[in-house]
């Protein structure tokens, strides 16, 4: 694995919000960068501005519940040299001042850093108002903005440090549930770069002669994101027992999304599945496919929302990871694994 935390797998593995992370960097890049600035909607503690707020009190900016404003007035800050993050509820921002971060921040392309935490499901508790499903798909489709989704709070940091450097409008979704720590500090993490945290094992017991036949590292590639990350290595873990190869990239960037890492894959494995929290129209899985579909094709399978709202309640990510084995068991293991591709999805 790439440097992943070693107590991984353990049952007492460390979990922490990937807003914590956030927080915790946006303190860093306060400290290394006079020019970054704080504006927040009213959610200041939960979306962990509030360490920022207390040590640079004079570079933070309370909006209040206007998150149209927050957005106009974070581009503005942004065309006079400031380097502007903007917090909210990711239902909120990107949801309720979509038009403004598209004309304001978009189209006159300001380096603004819009954080939209309690994304997802895992939000249950709050209700279906509150869990944003929708947001990658909004800010994917916008020109110039690059689309961060982390996998934990460690990753969250790195990201939140890289994006002071990138001189182009970025969203990062974040989770409020506490999340296993899946890397560590020396991670590797680059904004546009997918990571490999499991390659897969070629000589995976009955799996070797399959595979030698196909030219094929591992059976199939796991492609995840976000929280997402950690079931995607629990099911290939699993799925390894039972002798069935599994590479898993964790994509902490959605856009620009790494090409190559998603070719390399549908060449290599010979089958896709992509999991996010998320619709499963306009977001990950969407944007693989965009990717597959045109330069490699492999028989693909998108898990995620499909097409309904959440429920207030508690989450039971125990569902998803069953949705995991059947789905993958199901279509891949006895359907696609050595077996020659449909001719609708041979390359020409």
Not at 27 to 52: H, M, P, W, Y
Not at 151 to 178: F, G, W
Request: net charge neutral.
């Amino acid at each position: 694995m790439n440097s992943l935390n070693p107590k991984l797998f353990d049952k007492d593995v460390e979990r922490i919000p990937s807003r914590d992370g956030f927080g915790e960097g946006l303190v860093l890049a306060g400290e290394e960068n006079k020019d970054v600035v704080a504006i927040c909607a009213d959610v200041t503690e939960s979306a962990r501005v509030q360490a920022f707020k207390d040590k640079f009190p004079e570079r933070f900016i309370e909006a209040g519940v206007a998150e149209q404003n927050m957005a106009a007035l974070a581009s503005g800050m942004a065309a006079e040299g400031k380097i502007p993050f903007m917090t909210s509820y990711a239902v909120f921002s990107p949801g309720r001042n979509w038009e403004q971060i598209r004309t304001t921040i978009c189209y006159n392309n300001r380096p603004v850093k819009i954080i939209g935490s309690h994304a997802g499901i895992s939000v249950g508790p709050d209700g279906a108002t509150h869990q944003a499903l929708e947001d990658i798909a909004l800010t994917r489709a916008l020109p110039n903005m690059v689309v961060l989704s982390p996998c934990d709070a460690i990753e969250a940091k790195k990201a939140t440090l890289a994006m002071v450097k990138e001189r182009k409008p970025c969203y990062m979704r974040l989770s409020r549930e506490k999340v296993p720590v899946i890397t560590t500090e020396n991670t590797p993490f680059k904004i546009g770069k997918a990571q490999v945290f499991r390659e897969g094992n070629p000589s995976a017991g009955s799996t070797s002669s399959l595979q030698a036949s196909s030219g094929r590292f591992a059976d199939a590639t796991i492609i995840a994101t976000g929280q997402m990350v950690y079931l995607g290595l629990l099911a290939a873990k699993e799925l390894e027992e039972s002798n069935i190869s599994v590479r898993v990239i964790n994509v902490s960037t959605i856009k620009p999304l790494d090409m190559e890492a998603v070719i390399k894959a549908a060449e290599e494995t010979g089958g896709i599945v992509t999991v996010e929290e998320h619709q499963v129209f306009g977001g990950l899985g969407s944007a693989v496919a965009e990717v597959v579909t045109q330069y490699y094709p492999v028989p693909m399978k998108i898990i995620g929302i499909n097409d309904h709202f959440g429920e207030s309640g508690i989450c039971r990510f125990n569902l998803v990871k069953e949705q995991f084995w059947e789905i993958y068991l199901r279509y891949f293991c006895t359907n696609f694994r050595g077996n020659p591709l449909p001719v609708c999805l041979k390359k020409p």
